[in-house]
């Protein structure tokens, strides 16, 4: 028997938001450039009820297939901002903490939290 994926079956509340959110974003992006559901699933090689899978936001379509649809309507460059290392603050403040002499400024995070 196989186990089934947690994050897939019963995500967090807020990932299951933001996959709708992409989801809905990449629904209104294919219909803004008059595609159908199937003229995506067609340029990024998949079927149509995948592609109706992740415009309803579905925690178990693959990464690929969400990727590839914004690749297909012209939007993959906007990606990058995800996850931008440039962009996380959070992780600078606790990496710049666990450089020698920085222990005062891990404190000071402590206290703000």
Do not use: C
Request: glycine share 6%.
């Amino acid at each position: 028997m196989s186990r089934r994926s947690k994050i897939t079956h019963s995500p967090p509340a807020e990932v299951e938001n933001a996959l709708r959110r992409l989801g809905r974003n990449i629904r209104i992006a294919r219909l803004r450039r008059r595609l159908r559901i199937q003229d995506v699933a067609d340029r990024i090689g998949t079927s149509r009820f995948t592609v109706a899978d992740l415009e309803r936001g579905k925690p178990s379509t693959s990464v690929a297939a969400y990727f590839g649809s914004l690749w297909a309507l012209g939007l993959l460059d906007q990606v990058d901002r995800i996850a931008d290392p440039d962009l996380d603050e959070e992780g600078k403040i606790l990496e710049s903490a666990r450089r020698p002499g920085q222990a005062s400024r891990l404190r000071q995070l402590d206290k703000d939290v």
